[in-house]
Nanobody
């Protein structure tokens, strides 16, 4: 499956931004979808995941309560709504697909998108 993330940009702290990831090539609803991020000079970390149907979601502690992951299987798209952004959220955000019903942290995703830059100014 090919993944194309978009919607990143520069935003002031306290504001919101929604990024999206469009999938093509295979049946989108067969994949759990995941967002990761990589801050400058740091390793890539898990942000949020959603199951195939969207009924099960999970978040890292650092974004819980501020970010919301959702998906539209009819549009082959997964979203990440980011509210109350802080400078520490600055990173390249990557979407990924795992061929499981729910996301398993013990298993690497099968496909990765190219990333979209999110910069939060103070």
């Amino acid at each position: 499956v090919q993944l194309q993330a978009c919607g990143g940009g520069l935003v002031q702290a306290g504001n919101s931004l929604r990024i999206s990831c469009a999938a093509s090539g295979r049946t989108f609803s067969n994949y759990a979808m995941v967002w990761f991020r990589q801050p400058p000079g740091k390793e890539r970390d898990f942000v949020a995941a959603t199951s195939r149907t969207g009924s099960i979601t999970s978040y890292s502690d650092s974004v819980k309560g501020r970010f919301t992951i959702s998906r539209d299987n009819a549009k082959n798209t997964v979203y990440l709504q980011m509210n109350s952004l802080i400078p520490e959220d600055t990173a390249v955000y990557y979407c990924a697909a795992q061929s499981t019903s729910v996301y398993y942290t013990s298993r690497e995703p099968d496909y990765w998108g190219q990333g979209t830059q999110v910069t939060v100014s103070s």
